[in-house]
Nanobody
Framework: QVQLVESGGGLVQAGGSLRLACAAS????????MGWFRQARGKDREFVAT????????AYADSVKGRFTISRDNAKNTVYLQMNSLKPEDTAVYYC???????????????????WGQGTQVTVSS
């Protein structure tokens, strides 16, 4: 079992920044990759970014490339999502997720992840 707890969400004006954190506990040694997803009201959950637990590889959705950065601190078992130049369309509940299966291609679909956090709300005002 892996437990995930997100933090860092809030209300920010367009153009501002937020940093989300996802603290993992439990069988963290079995994690292959950690991902961030988001779900806006009335929409499907969508991929944002992912990183291997080693930090060697990352992947981003086109909509956030150049604005968001995913990173990890293995000593703290924590993954971060630095979000800059935020836009109103970034408003959503943000979830972190853990994938326990080694893959050739980094996982970008929700169904490939094994554990999920409870989510944290990010609201960007115009």
């Amino acid at each position: 079992q892996v437990q995930l707890v997100e933090s860092g969400g809030g209300l920010v004006q367009a153009g501002g920044s937020l940093r989300l954190a996802c603290a993992a506990s439990g069988r963290t040694f079995s994690i292959y990759a950690m991902g961030w997803f988001r779900q806006a009201r009335g929409k499907d959950r969508e991929f944002v970014a992912t990183i291997t637990w080693s930090g060697a590889r990352t992947a981003y959705a086109d909509s956030v490339k150049g604005r968001f950065t995913i990173s990890r601190d293995n000593a703290k078992n924590t993954v971060y999502l630095q979000m800059n130049s935020l836009k109103p369309e970034d408003t959503a509940v943000y979830y972190c997720a853990a994938d326990l299966h080694t893959r050739v291609v980094l996982p970008t679909t929700p169904g490939t992840y094994d554990y999920w956090g409870q989510g944290t709300q990010v609201t960007v005002s115009s």
